[in-house]
């Protein structure tokens, strides 16, 4: 994200293989993403969890880490 602008701005196509924030290609014209978003990684969860009909479910989350609690 910190490097998107610069990115746009000279015009370098770019492809970005772990980047999964949806931010990262909303708007953008040269930044390309392989892997899934995170809302869709959200999404295969929640069916996965529905399909099972799971009473209960936890998830364990670094507190000390900001990709974990955004992702819980």
Do not use: W
Request: include cysteine; proline fraction near 4%; glycine fraction near 2%.
């Amino acid at each position: 994200l910190i490097l998107a602008p610069l990115i746009e701005n000279f015009k370098i196509p770019t492809l970005i293989t772990t980047a999964s924030h949806p931010d990262i290609v909303k708007g953008k014209k040269y930044i390309h993403r392989l892997c899934f978003s995170d809302i869709d990684q959200a999404n295969v969860l929640i069916r996965g969890i529905n399909k099972n009909k799971y009473k209960r479910l936890y998830a364990v989350r670094d507190i000390n880490n900001s990709f974990s609690m955004m992702l819980t």
